[in-house]
């Protein structure tokens, strides 16, 4: 199991867990003050999403599905953009989260490898396994999560707007992507820079 985390700490650090790690940054900002439970929905989906896929419980999503998937986690965390519920952050995290994980073709170490083959046959190990991969390699945004949560909301009062214009602005240029197919370019493109 600490070999799955490190090889995912290993990952956060090649470009083909961008298609993942993007998303979760665009969660955060879009959500501002709400970024934590924001964020914790967003590995949540990740987290489900990945494993249904991976383990063959699930099929990929269609595009527009998964396009409709990042606009409405754009509109979750954006609207109401004077009064943030927790539970609307936390939606709009999952959706984008299993977004992400529908277009993320992972990085694959030894560890990881072996898992993604064993998986289907795994159970609740397999998602245990798969999680501690995944805590290593969603260690980035898990790191900018803390940091927001530390930053007493006055000082983030003057720079909320950005946040969520770049936040909002990111999900739905991925639900863009997505939805007129230039989705498997960027994948492809981020999985050749790893390699």
Known sequence: ???????????????CS????????????????????ALTGFVLGVLAFGW???SATWEDLARPVV??????SAALLLVPLLRRI?????????????AAANLWLPCV??????????????G????????????????????LGAVMYLIPNPLMLPVRPFMMAIGGGTLGLLALLT?????????????SLSV
């Open 1 to 15: 199991m600490i070999e799955l985390l490190l090889e995912g700490l290993e990952a956060a650090l090649l470009p």
């Open 18 to 37: 961008l298609i993942v790690l993007i998303p979760g940054v665009a969660v955060a900002l879009a959500a501002r003050q709400e970024s934590t439970p």
């Open 52 to 54: 249904l896929r991976f």
């Open 67 to 72: 396009a409709m998937a990042f606009a409405a």
């Open 86 to 98: 927790d539970l609307l952050a936390l939606g709009g995290g999952v959706l984008a989260g299993g």
């Open 109 to 122: 170490g030894i560890e990881f490898g072996t898992l993604l083959g064993e998986l289907p046959g795994r």
């Open 124 to 143: 609740p190990v397999g998602i245990v396994l798969f999680a501690a991969y995944l805590a290593g390699m969603l260690a980035p945004l898990i790191a």
């Open 179 to 191: 939805l007129v197919g230039l989705d498997d370019n960027l994948v492809s493109k981020l999985v």
